[in-house]
């Protein structure tokens, strides 16, 4: 099974950099990492070509122009660059631990797709880990959600459960097959601006008969401390998703397709 790791990022480099050393800190390597990048400046790039001659697994820089938050098109067009078996996803801020890739690779299997959970760190550890590579743990100070801290193989097989709603939808800590990616079409572009476009594809992926496993004691990840998003485009992106539900949509109109026609 080969496996690929897409990373959204937008101008923040510097989370970044934290969440490439988290990779190369794996225990087990994604066959590839993809950065799905919604339009930074030159010094991401410029990070990205630093690292990508040293880095353990093919380092690809999936780019578009920044015009305003568009991070489902960002995302299918890095995840059409890939021919991987399997998609792990992460967000810009997130720090794996050591056995992230590890364990979701444990935890696929057919018919399901993975939700993570995430440790959330305050700003004064989230400038640690960036700077001064502090890993967290059960017991660090400025973190929420500490028992997500928990990495056990055991307590993971004992504790993860199937879950098909879209309560704790995060798309910053999500796992699925890439074809099952490509059945649902994607993410729907029509989410532009922040908010619904995780629940929404949650909501086709169910509506597809694929079933959401939460993934517990596993796949740690350490969701670095930032401003929240602005919520102004929410109101148009709950009609969308409300129409999602009440149509058990299984497919989105503008998707992924359009990038994998790019490609054939």
């Known amino acids: 099974m080969k496996v690929a790791l897409i990373i959204t990022t937008y101008n923040w480099k510097e989370a970044l950099q934290a969440v490439l050393d988290s990779v190369k800190r794996q225990s087990e390597l994604p066959d590839e990492v ?119 193989r055991w307590l993971s097989k004992l504790c993860s459960y199937e879950r098909n709603n879209d309560a704790s939808t995060r798309g910053c800590n999500m796992a699925f097959w890439r074809a099952d990616l490509i059945e649902v079409n994607g993410f729907n572009e029509d989410f532009v601006g922040w908010g619904r476009e995780d629940s929404e594809f949650v909501h086709r992926m169910l509506n597809c008969g694929k079933k959401r496993l939460y993934l517990k004691f596993a796949g740690v990840g350490y969701h670095l401390y930032h401003d929240e998003s602005s919520r102004a485009s929410l109101a148009k992106n709950d009609e969308i998703l409300e129409n999602t539900v009440r149509q058990k949509l299984t497919r989105c109109e503008n998707g992924i397709d359009k990038f994998l026609d790019e490609k054939s």
Not at 39 to 61: K, M, N, V, W
Request: hydrophobic share 40%; proline share 5%.
């Open 34 to 152: 993809i950065i799905a990048d919604d339009g930074s400046r030159e010094d991401t790039a410029e990070l990205i070509q630093s690292y990508q001659a040293q880095f353990p697994c093919p380092l690809i820089h999936s780019w578009q122009p920044d015009d305003g938050f568009q991070l489902a098109m960002s995302r299918n067009r890095a995840m059409a660059q890939s021919q991987a078996d399997y998609i792990i996803m992460i967000d810009g801020d997130i720090v794996m631990s050591p056995d992230f890739i590890r364990s979701h690779k444990r935890a696929a299997k057919a018919g399901y797709f993975v939700q993570g959970g995430r440790v959330l760190a305050n700003d004064a550890i989230s400038q640690q880990i960036m700077h001064q590579h502090v890993v967290p743990n059960l017991f660090s100070p400025g973190i929420k959600n500490r028992h997500n801290c928990i990495s056990s």
